[in-house]
């Protein structure tokens, strides 16, 4: 049976919370966060993860959502990381979370010079080699008119050829709320909206923290033999409560990108190119087409980064430079814009910065680890890990998270394959059943017990059909949700998915939640009345010319 991170799960944990010390406490519920104290628990440690805000509410729910090598790296001459991307990539695909990673095909297009097709050839080639043999489909290359029949929206005129390839995909919100509840699952405690204030000390070593928990403004001092920081953008606030030097710095770097309807761009597979500064994508995502990504300095508000009229421009001239058809601001859906956490190697320029990671132990007690790729998390976890455990005072079990499959893993293809059955027992049609175990894997059966409780939640959510209100029931009754916020924007994806960003959804949300997390009707019109500012701030932001006046505008109108 699955842990249920419902309200009752969040109470007790705060109870017990400063009853003993602990082996490790994780600070940051980031995919990186996540990844190691599911690391330490599936070790035997005693483990505690707080996070302030709520599971991926920063940068890990708000990537590209690709699961890749990075095949930009390889022209940097950056094997080994490719290759350890890659390693992972075939892990999370073929045995720790196929249920939320799935291949997606790729085809880069090949301009007018003559060397291309070997370069790029010779790449690409490379890449599938670094992954694996038969660990995805072997690249192809294709004629203009090959390209054309897979991408009839593609200007003839911009492109002589193309290659295809595979990658992969990922939800990344909901994958690290999975990772969350399967540390809990392995006997971790953990707890959204619980802020760490300070850090406890004896002497010069760190022996825990000072948490708050931000539902009730409760403090509590939890004890740990360490501590582990995993804060991603955050690192440099973190490392300002230790009062030393920080080993490293880190930079910032946002990523802007757009959501448009599938039928605006005619594609039978995803596209890659390049830019004068980065690397385009338009990525297949249900009903929509990401489009992305930007790589540009941040140096403003970390919990909101700001999503500009400039950025827009941009994104929309560099992937019109090869459409048939142009996209306008008017068919644009959603937006989001992530922040990428780059350790400072000294370069000005954020799109030359390392993906790759660093660990280091500012004061005795504490480590901190910062930088990586969220397809190479569950390495940087068992990296932070090893290092925390070193001294411990008794033998530690290494790390057993490349064979541990996540919560839903087990029994996904047992029950994908039985999906017409499935579909026809609890009276839905099969297409409901792909999308439940797509994103629930063999905990969809959780979702349609409570359908069968309540054949209501059978229903499309009005304003976002794509979701059942068994969803937005399920995110606060077993995946911790505790806000209109957490459902609308992470445990689904309605935000950015709807034509008006969950606007008409959420009302109807709010009221299926209210009673499982306690609401009276005033608080149920607050949480209402605080997402529409929020979207309302967003939009506000979007008609700003330039990071600074974006920023400006989302602070002001966010309450």
């Known amino acids: 049976m699955s842990i249920r991170l419902d309200p009752a799960y969040r ?11 602990i082996d490790v406490l994780v600070i940051g519920g980031g995919v990186v966060g996540a990844g190691a104290a599911l690391d330490a628990a599936s070790r035997g440690l005693s483990v505690t993860l707080v996070e302030a805000r709520d599971w991926a509410a920063g940068t890990s729910s708000r990537s590209s959502k690709l699961i890749h090598g990075g095949l930009r790296y390889l022209e940097q001459r950056d094997f080994a990381l490719v290759r350890e991307a890659l390693k992972e990539r075939g892990l999370l695909l073929h045995r720790l979370a196929p249920h939320l990673v799935r291949p997606v095909p790729f085809l880069f297009p ?14 690409v080639a490379l890449y599938d080699t670094l992954g694996g043999a038969r660990a995805l489909p072997a690249h192809r290359h294709l004629s203009r008119r090959g390209a054309l029949e897979l991408a009839p929206g593609l200007d003839p005129d911009a492109l002589t050829g193309a290659i295809r390839y595979y990658d992969a995909q990922v939800d990344d919100a909901r994958h690290t709320m999975t990772l969350a509840r399967t540390a809990a699952q392995h006997g971790a405690t953990v707890l959204n909206r619980s802020k760490v204030v300070g850090l406890l000390r004896d002497g010069a070593r760190v022996v825990g923290a000072r948490v708050v928990d931000v539902e009730s403004g409760a403090e509590y001092a939890v004890r740990a033999r360490r501590v582990v920081s995993a804060t991603g953008v955050w690192t440099d606030e973190m490392q300002r409560l230790t009062g030393v030097a920080s080993p490293f710095s880190v930079r910032m770097s946002k990523g802007v990108h757009l959501l448009v309807p599938r039928e605006r761009i005619h594609l039978e597979t995803g596209l890659i190119t390049t830019t004068e500064k980065s690397v385009l994508f338009v990525i297949p995502w249900g009903s929509h087409w990401i489009i992305g990504t930007t790589d540009t300095e941040w140096t403003l508000d970390r919990d909101h980064p700001a999503v500009s009229r400039s950025d827009v421009d941009y994104l929309l001239e560099r992937v019109n430079a090869v459409l048939r058809e142009p996209l306008t601001t008017e068919d644009i859906d959603g937006v989001y814009a992530g922040l990428r956490p780059l350790v400072s190697g000294g370069s000005s320029d954020t799109a030359q910065l390392s993906r790759e990671h660093a660990v280091a132990e500012p004061v005795p007690g504490l480590f901190v680890i910062a930088g990586g790729k969220y397809t190479t998390y569950r390495v940087m976890a068992a990296d932070v890990v090893n290092a925390a455990v070193r001294g411990l005072g008794r033998a530690v079990a290494p790390s057993v998270t490349d064979r541990l499959p996540l919560l839903g893993a087990a ?11 499935l579909a026809q027992r609890h009276g839905l049609p099969v297409s409901t059943v792909e999308h439940l175990l797509g994103r629930y894997g063999a905990m969809a059966t959780d979702l349609f017990g409570l359908i069968e409780r309540d054949p209501e939640l059978s229903e499309p959510i009005p304003g976002a059909e794509d979701y059942l209100k068994a969803e937005a029931v399920y995110a606060v009754s077993h995946e911790g949700a505790l806000h209109l916020d957490d459902v609308l924007t992470r445990r689904t994806r309605i935000s950015i998915e709807a034509e008006d960003r969950g606007l008409t959804a959420a009302p109807e949300i709010a009221r299926l939640i209210a009673a499982h997390l306690g609401w009276e009707a005033s608080q149920e019109r607050r949480e209402v009345d605080r997402y529409r500012e929020r979207v309302h701030a967003e939009r506000a932001a979007q008609e700003a010319v330039d990071d600074d006046t974006a920023n400006a505008a989302r602070l002001a109108a966010t309450p």
């Open 11 to 21: 109470a007790a944990a705060l109870d017990t919370l400063t009853d003993d010390e």
């Open 110 to 123: 090949l301009r007018r010079r003559a060397w291309e097709r070997a370069y790029v050839g010779a790449g």
């Open 411 to 421: 029994g996904y293809h047992e029950l994908f394959e039985d999906r017409d059955s």
